[in-house]
């Protein structure tokens, strides 16, 4: 009888861990190990070396960040530490133990001024801290690991975390108005879409030795909005009595600059694994349906 295959879970507490944890019992076939801050801290080489010598991982999806965008401004050291060394690090473990190591990455690391989907392939230049540790993680992972596979994702919730969609339930549940941006456009990601993906991905089989540009994919739901957008069907669909303003980005001023374009083609991706991405709404939905029991 053949061993089931190990995938590693790192950054089991965040919105796409706690995903992958919800899935897990959908997928028998594969056995799944969920490690956080606590139990792994994947900047310490020596935690990570012991962890790989212990268990046979056929897989690694890397779902740790650090994710504060506007303190990354400030605890640059921090951002870099998470999301840039220690993706070499797993990258470079997962090689010599024949790992497939799967890294999740950001729109962010694009400068937001395109004007049509950015293909994976197309130039990076991030405007914030966030997106430049995330780029670096990238450019280390397929450094240290060429059979690395990077997911770069937007605009994240779930039904676990904080994220957009639980902050405008409870704001719009104490006020009675709402301002929110309307010149940042961008797709939407259900994180359990995504980890849903992701496993389809492992499924289908991930092919080896491709270029480095073949290794990069993006993922988020099909459609393009914006955040007032978004704040306006969460809405409607929850039929909250809060009205939502639209208002310029020079009206909330952030201490890191975001992108205002952060649209991304999926085309790869849906091609090679023949994924059909659901649309942003009917995934909205199904995330309030879990919020709004």
């Given at each position: 009888?053949?061993?089931?295959?190990?995938?590693?879970?790192?950054?089991?507490?965040?919105?796409?861990?706690?995903?992958?944890?919800?899935?897990?019992a959908s997928f028998p076939q594969y056995h799944f190990l969920f490690t956080d801050r606590?139990?792994?801290?994947?900047?310490?080489?020596?935690?990570?070396?012991?962890?790989?010598?212990?268990?046979?991982?056929?897989y690694c999806i890397n779902c740790a960040a650090y994710t504060a965008v506007d303190k990354?401004?400030?605890?640059?050291?921090?951002?870099?530490?998470?999301?840039?060394?220690?993706?070499?690090?797993?990258?470079?473990?997962?090689?010599?133990?024949?790992?497939?190591?799967?890294?999740?990455?950001?729109?962010?690391?694009?400068?937001?001024?395109?004007?049509?989907?950015?293909?994976?392939?197309?130039?990076?230049?991030?405007?914030?801290?966030?997106?430049?540790?995330?780029?670096?993680?990238?450019?280390?992972?397929?450094?240290?690991?060429?059979?690395?596979?990077?997911?770069?994702?937007?605009?994240?919730?779930?039904?676990?975390?904080?994220?957009?969609?639980?902050?405008?339930?409870?704001?719009?549940?104490?006020?009675?108005?709402?301002?929110?941006?309307?010149?940042?456009?961008?797709?939407?990601?259900?994180?359990?879409?995504?980890?849903?993906?992701?496993?389809?991905?492992?499924?289908?089989?991930?092919?080896?030795?491709?270029?480095?540009?073949?290794?990069?994919?993006?993922?988020?739901?099909?459609?393009?909005?914006?955040?007032?957008?978004?704040?306006?069907a969460i809405q409607q669909l929850s039929n909250l009595n809060c009205t939502v303003h639209?208002?310029?980005?020079?009206?909330?001023?952030?201490?890191?600059?975001?992108?205002?374009?952060?649209?991304?083609?999926?085309?790869?991706?849906?091609?090679?694994?023949?994924?059909?991405?659901?649309?942003?709404?009917?995934?909205?939905?199904?995330?309030?349906?879990?919020?709004?029991?």
């Amino acid at each position: 009888m053949l061993p089931v295959p190990t995938i590693l879970i790192t950054g089991a507490k965040g919105q796409l861990g706690n995903e992958f944890r919800s899935l897990a019992a959908s997928f028998p076939q594969y056995h799944f190990l969920f490690t956080d801050r606590e139990t792994l801290a994947i900047d310490d080489a020596d935690a990570v070396k012991k962890y790989f010598e212990k268990h046979s991982l056929q897989y690694c999806i890397n779902c740790a960040a650090y994710t504060a965008v506007d303190k990354a401004e400030t605890e640059q050291d921090k951002a870099f530490a998470i999301n840039a060394v220690a993706t070499g690090l797993l990258a470079a473990m997962c090689k010599q133990y024949h790992t497939q190591f799967i890294h999740i990455s950001t729109d962010y690391v694009f400068d937001g001024n395109g004007t049509v989907p950015y293909q994976p392939s197309s130039t990076t230049h991030p405007v914030n801290t966030y997106g430049a540790s995330k780029l670096k993680g990238e450019q280390l992972a397929l450094q240290e690991n060429e059979d690395s596979i990077i997911i770069r994702t937007s605009w994240v919730y779930s039904s676990f975390g904080n994220n957009f969609v639980k902050t405008m339930l409870r704001l719009m549940k104490e006020r009675e108005s709402l301002n929110v941006v309307n010149d940042q456009q961008g797709c939407p990601t259900y994180a359990a879409d995504l980890a849903h993906t992701i496993m389809q991905m492992i499924e289908k089989g991930i092919p080896a030795h491709q270029s480095q540009q073949e290794r990069v994919f993006h993922y988020s739901n099909e459609g393009v909005i914006t955040w007032y957008d978004f704040a306006v069907a969460i809405q409607q669909l929850s039929n909250l009595n809060c009205t939502v303003h639209p208002i310029p980005t020079s009206q909330y001023p952030t201490p890191a600059k975001r992108p205002h374009y952060s649209v991304m083609d999926t085309t790869s991706l849906r091609n090679n694994f023949g994924i059909r991405i659901p649309f942003w709404k009917d995934s909205l939905k199904t995330c309030l349906s879990i919020l709004l029991k």
